[in-house]
């Protein structure tokens, strides 16, 4: 159990939560991050030297000595795949044995959403450091995060989007964060794991509409919320306002896309199978958010 695991994004919604889990189970962490003063302070974890994934040499030394990662994507940016092969090539230079990597449920080459398609190149990149030096992987494929549901109504209280009828399977930060950690204990300080080169699909309980979504909101706030469908060509043009690069603009909309294409609606039993609870559903999450 003397295994060091290196945490990105620990100040964020996943990275926090199975830092502080890993903390409670006694493992040894490191955490890394672009500031290391904002990283938390956790029992049996250390800061890394500040690293940020576009600086290969940077993340090699702050991944130096960690036996397993567990990469968090990156911010959306214009070259994030840049970023992410740089960090998956660091951890291979650091001596990194094992990589547990959080993905995204419709990841495919020509996906959708296009930051979708970010995240399966990063994959591939996982699997070549894995035929060529033998890095062990899992690839955890998570669903639109219930968190951002309430978070597409605007100040009209509508959700505007090109969905369509298509149906999305939220999953809560909750539960993602636990299956994280119940893969990264599997096998923790042995030279396998059960979830080696496995990749699961992290979903919700159930798919439902973004009008099910709207309504499911206006009962728990009480706040009247509807969905509107937009074409394509309005929602573009109805996010023209906040002046947003393009590949980001770009990224919101084929997000809706993709649940109108129906990539976001398969439903897995990941959550239960491997953490042991039932997944929360999005009215479940929030009644108790």
Known sequence: MDDVVAVTGSTGAVGNRVAVALEAAGVRQRLVGREPSRLPILAGAEQAPAAEYRDTEAMRRALDGADTLFLVSGRESADRLVEHRSAVDAAVAAGVGRIVYLSFLSAAPDCTFTFGRDHWHTEQRIRQHSAEQGVRFTFLRDSFYAALLPALVDGEGVIRGPAGDGR????????????????????????????????????????????????????????????????????????????????????????????????????????????????QSFAEYLRTR
């Open 168 to 279: 999305v399977s939220a999953v809560t930060h909750d539960d993602v964060a636990d299956v994280a950690v119940a893969v990264l204990l599997d096998g923790h300080g042995a030279k396998t794991s059960s979830h080696d080169g496995e990749t699961y699909a992290v979903t919700g309980p159930e798919a439902i509409t973004l009008t099910e979504a709207a309504e499911q909101i206006s009962a728990a706030t009480g706040r009247q919320v509807r969905y509107q469908p937009e074409t394509v060509e309005e929602a573009y043009a109805s996010r023209a306002h906040y002046g947003a690069p393009d590949f980001e603009v770009a990224g919101w909309v084929t997000s809706y896309l993709a649940i109108a294409n129906g990539e976001l609606e398969a439903v897995s039993d990941t959550v239960p199978r491997l953490t042991g609870h039932s997944a």
